[in-house]
T-cell receptor
């Protein structure tokens, strides 16, 4: 089955700096890559996603890039704010579109 | 996106008992899923709740332990049976609203003593 690895496990940045979280996957058939943000005690929220036919997608301060050849994708957050502090999960979805394989999560701390 | 609710939001149960968690969606959805999130961990898919047929379970999860019902396109239940402290987790339902996109319910925080 698919194996998704996520790094780093924790990330601390100063407010206004950029943050980058990276994920790799093993199944070349995976074709959908969502990112979820989970604040403490809250549900995971879909913040951005990318499909395999696209190399990059942006939504205001967040962007996701995908390198299918290398089988890795990344989340980029620019101009970080304290409210960006949360745990971020990547996931990969393959030929069996029901099954999301989640990364282990990255705890982002944005220091004011 | 659809409004997803879960009941109860949290519970404390004694070992050996069972708890049924409800997931309600305000619109009809084809795909509903149940996940477990152990403390400080990632999300693990328990099963896909199929309307009108038996749920599809992932490796490591069995129907006797986690029976699931899906009587219609807006509702599903997950039962955690014969609970032990290792079942203490957050249980989340999710729905697929468009191709691939999944949205999560608020979760049920279960503590087994």
């Amino acid at each position: 089955g698919e194996n998704v690895e996520q790094h780093p496990s924790t990330l601390s940045v100063q407010e206004g700096d950029s943050a980058v979280i990276k994920c790799t996957y093993s199944d070349s058939a995976s074709n959908y890559f969502p990112w979820y943000k989970q604040e403490l005690g809250k549900r995971p929220q879909l913040i951005i996603d990318i499909r395999s036919n696209v190399g990059e997608k942006k939504d205001q301060r967040i962007a996701v890039t995908l390198n299918k050849t290398a089988k890795h994708f990344s989340l980029h957050i620019t101009e970080t704010q304290p409210e960006d502090s949360a745990v971020y999960f990547c996931a990969a979805v393959g030929y069996n579109f029901n099954k999301f394989y989640f990364g282990s999560g990255t705890k982002l701390n944005v220091k004011p | 996106s659809a409004v997803i609710s879960q009941k109860p939001s949290r519970d404390i149960c004694q070992r050996g008992t069972s708890l049924t968690i409800q997931c309600q969606v305000d619109s009809q959805v084809t795909m509903m899923f149940w996940y477990r999130q152990q403390p400080g961990q990632s999300l693990t898919l328990i099963a896909t709740a199929n309307q009108g047929s038996e749920a599809t379970y992932e490796s490591g999860f069995v129907i006797d332990k986690f029976p699931i019902s899906r009587p219609n396109l807006t509702f599903s239940t997950l039962t955690v049976s014969n609970m032990s402290p290792e079942d203490s987790s957050i249980y989340l339902c999710s729905v697929e609203e468009s191709v691939y996109e999944q949205y999560f319910g608020p979760g049920t925080r279960l503590t087994v003593t």
